[in-house]
């Protein structure tokens, strides 16, 4: 009885309509919603210049474009919100004149 009373107390979080973080997944990493797919990893085929119909398909449909730009987004915002401007120049790899 107390392991069904714990079970019922799982915490999934919803990111918007595709992303979610549910402890029971992937040690509650971000995940698109019904996958054990890493929103990091679609992440880090963006960032390789992977096209979005190839990570659609590199994960057999199971990650729409829309659940891409999704994440796209979502980390968009979490920059923002993590990163203070006065301190933008520990992020900076290299200054040019311009």
């Known amino acids: 009885m107390a392991a069904e009373a714990r079970e019922d107390e799982v915490q999934v979080r919803y990111f918007g309509q595709y992303i979610v973080a549910d402890p029971r997944?992937?040690?509650g990493k971000l995940t698109f919603r019904g996958t054990r797919i890493m929103?990091?990893?679609v992440l880090g085929q963006v960032e390789r210049g992977m096209g979005?119909?190839?990570?659609v398909e590199a994960w057999?449909?199971?990650?729409?474009?829309?659940?891409?730009a999704e994440a796209v987004r979502l980390?968009?915002?979490?920059?923002?919100?993590?990163?203070?401007?006065?301190r933008l120049d520990a992020f900076?790899?290299?200054?040019r004149a311009g």
């Open 60 to 68: 057999g449909g199971d990650v729409p474009r829309e659940a891409i």
């Open 52 to 55: 979005w119909s190839s990570i």
């Open 75 to 86: 980390a968009n915002e979490a920059l923002q919100l993590t990163v203070d401007e006065s």
């Open 39 to 41: 929103v990091r990893q």
């Open 25 to 27: 997944i992937c040690h």
């Open 92 to 95: 900076v790899v290299e200054r």
